[in-house]
């Protein structure tokens, strides 16, 4: 969040967000049950002296940058040269290590020659076992063999390997770097509200499916941003993240590698800070540039930057992931649109907007960014603050038109009339093409790979193969349509595995219904559709029945 101005610094050495993080409550480790005998092998870091960090993360937040709180070291930890093995009867084993950074308020680990193989379990946690996180296993193994811990509160932590006699000496692993958290930042400011309030968040459970919280690394310093799993006009299910540059400026290749992205990271409940504790498939580890606005982060363009996330593991979740819509049209945003993001690293929140947005700059270019200003809810006045950067602003109709860069709002405690100030958001018109004139600085040859011209998209769960729309199931039968493209005039033909209530809809691309037939207990059928006095552009078409839902992408073009 890059703040034009940011007072009372002091507030941030209030709450670390670290402590809060998923959780995978998997299997106990293997001495949380049994007796290991030997004494567990103590690393401790080198001592090193944080005052410049502190200063220099005040002074980079000041200008308008993400929070940023932990500093990264390496070393060169294996199964090899450091820990101790436990020899079970059974010819199972047991390693494990025990890693100190003193005066480190949280601490995470970075590995790469990562390798689970199945029915082993890593776990890490605290020496009082008040903290755990995993099991992790085979199927947090990536293609990169790359992987990274949570942040475990205080100074030290234990990491438990176990593996089982049959698949002994497969297991392998390095710990890199560890980062030591050397300054709490705050929650959110008591003006923001959570995602799950009602009813501000009536609207949008799907939508907050798609907002991640992000973990950016750069370098040695590791701080917090947030963005969208965003869709693209091929339907693929390619793992897109729409965040903004500013975010990952000096970001290396070996960087986006250790860069994790929180799913469903969000309060219980309306009132209070808690957060849920899902699991380590909640959290996915690495990622790749594919385009970036080329601007320093703003200073002269829209500020996006678009990632693709390296991990496939824990593949039956994506099919509960949701993949935001987009739109690219220069009309401003209404009152009523709204920004879903992670103030702080904290739980997810709602802000809504008051007015139309308006046309402003950023830096020194023109027409970059809507400027949006936030009014007051049934359960607060939601604002943005350090964090909330490259969260999206959603217009009325559920899709996103821009990345957040930065702004001068905040909660009235925080600042008198701070609620009434405004924030800007680079525009997603802007990103498409106008921010270069190659592929890596746009938008639009990785959200519409065909060059089909389409200006809009809505979002949906698991748009693989053309499957979405919010209520996928699932299917018990088969639809195909034909031909397609087509010129409006095409015919649907459907195969039941029985007979029952079918119906057909239509929607164009921004989720708005154009076509509807119901047929009543059938099996099977011809349905020839005629919609040429639709526009050309995508549509989607919805077979329905009282089992399941099918939808296939729809492309009328050449009339």
């Given at each position: 969040m890059r703040?034009?101005?940011?007072?009372?610094?002091?507030?941030?050495?209030?709450?670390?967000?670290?402590?809060?993080?998923?959780?995978?409550?998997?299997?106990a480790p293997y001495s949380f049950i049994h007796t290991l005998e030997?004494?567990?092998?103590?690393?401790?870091?080198?001592?090193?002296?944080?005052?410049?960090?502190?200063?220099?993360a005040e002074v980079f937040q000041k200008q308008g940058n993400y929070?940023?709180?932990?500093?990264?070291?390496?070393?060169?930890?294996?199964?090899?040269?450091?820990?101790?093995?436990?020899?079970?009867?059974?010819?199972?084993r047991v390693w494990r290590l025990h890693l100190k950074s003193n005066q480190a308020l949280a601490t995470c680990l970075f590995f790469d020659n990562f390798f689970l193989p199945e029915g082993?379990?890593?776990?890490?946690?605290?020496?009082?076992?008040?903290?755990?996180?995993?099991?992790?296993?085979?199927?947090?193994?990536?293609?990169?063999?790359?992987?990274?811990?949570?942040?475990?509160?205080?100074?030290?932590?234990?990491i438990e390997y176990f593996e089982p006699a049959t698949v002994k000496g497969q297991g392998k692993f390095r710990i890199t770097s560890l980062a030591h958290q050397y300054r709490e930042l705050p929650m959110a400011d008591d003006c923001e509200v959570n995602v799950?309030?009602?009813?501000?968040?009536?609207?949008?459970?799907?939508?907050?499916?798609?907002?991640?919280?992000?973990?950016?690394?750069?370098?040695?310093?590791?701080?917090?941003?947030?963005?969208?799993?965003?869709?693209?006009a091929a339907l693929d299910c390619k793992r897109y993240i729409l965040t903004a540059f500013h975010c990952g400026v000096d970001a290396s290749t070996s960087d986006f590698n250790q860069w994790k992205f929180y799913f469903n990271y969000e309060a219980i409940q309306c009132t209070g800070q808690s957060d849920t504790y899902g699991t380590s498939n909640n959290v996915f580890t690495g990622c790749t540039k594919k385009a970036d606005s080329d601007d320093n982060g703003g200073d002269s363009g829209s500020d996006f930057l678009l990632l693709e996330m390296s991990s496939t593991t824990h593949p039956t979740w994506w099919t509960n992931a949701y993949w935001n819509g987009w739109n690219k049209s220069t009309s401003a945003p209404t009152s009523g649109s709204v920004c879903i993001h992670h103030p702080s690293g904290s739980n997810k929140k709602i802000s809504q907007t008051t007015g139309t947005a308006s046309s402003s700059t950023w830096g020194g270019v023109s027409g970059t960014h809507w400027r949006v200003y936030w009014g007051g809810t049934t359960n607060g006045w939601g604002v943005t603050e350090g964090?909330?950067?490259?969260?999206?602003l959603f217009n009325t109709s559920s899709q996103i038109v821009g990345t957040l860069t930065?702004?001068?709002?905040?909660?009235?405690?925080?600042?008198?009339?701070?609620?009434?100030?405004?924030?800007?958001?680079?525009?997603?018109?802007?990103?498409?093409?106008?921010?270069?004139?190659?592929?890596?600085?746009?938008?639009?040859?990785?959200?519409?790979?065909a060059n089909s011209g389409v200006t809009s998209l809505i979002g949906s769960y698991n748009p693989c193969n053309g499957v979405g729309i919010k209520e996928t199931v699932a299917f018990k039968n088969n639809m195909s349509v034909y031909p397609?493209?087509?010129?409006?005039?095409?015919?649907?033909?459907?195969?039941?595995?029985?007979?029952?209530?079918?119906?057909i809809t239509v929607y164009n691309i921004v989720g708005q219904k154009v076509h509807y037939k119901k047929a009543e207990n059938t099996a099977n059928g011809t349905y020839k559709i005629d919609l040429t006095n639709q526009t050309n552009g995508i549509y989607f078409i919805q077979l329905k029945t009282p089992f399941s839902t099918e939808v296939k992408p729809l492309i009328i073009s050449s009339k």
């Open positions: 703040k034009a101005y940011l007072l009372f610094l002091s507030a941030l050495f209030l709450f670390s967000p670290c402590m809060n993080a998923q959780e995978n409550p998997g299997i030997g004494d567990i092998p103590v690393v401790t870091m080198p001592s090193h002296d944080f005052t410049q960090d502190l200063i220099d929070p940023r709180f932990a500093r990264i070291f390496d070393v060169n930890l294996t199964m090899v040269n450091a820990g101790f093995w436990s020899e079970l009867t059974n010819g199972d082993s379990a890593l776990h890490v946690y605290t020496p009082d076992h008040k903290q755990i996180y995993g099991s992790y296993t085979y199927l947090d193994n990536q293609g990169n063999e790359l992987f990274s811990t949570e942040f475990l509160k205080g100074p030290e932590e234990i799950i309030c009602s009813p501000e968040g009536n609207n949008w459970q799907d939508e907050k499916r798609g907002v991640v919280k992000v973990l950016v690394k750069e370098g040695v310093n590791v701080g917090y941003c947030s963005g969208s799993l965003i869709n693209n964090g909330s950067s490259g969260s999206p930065g702004g001068t709002s905040y909660c009235n405690s925080v600042q008198p009339n701070g609620q009434t100030k405004p924030d800007s958001y680079g525009k997603l018109s802007y990103h498409w093409t106008s921010d270069g004139t190659t592929a890596d600085h746009q938008l639009k040859p990785w959200l519409d790979p397609n493209p087509n010129n409006g005039s095409f015919t649907v033909s459907i195969e039941l595995d029985k007979a029952t209530d079918i119906e």
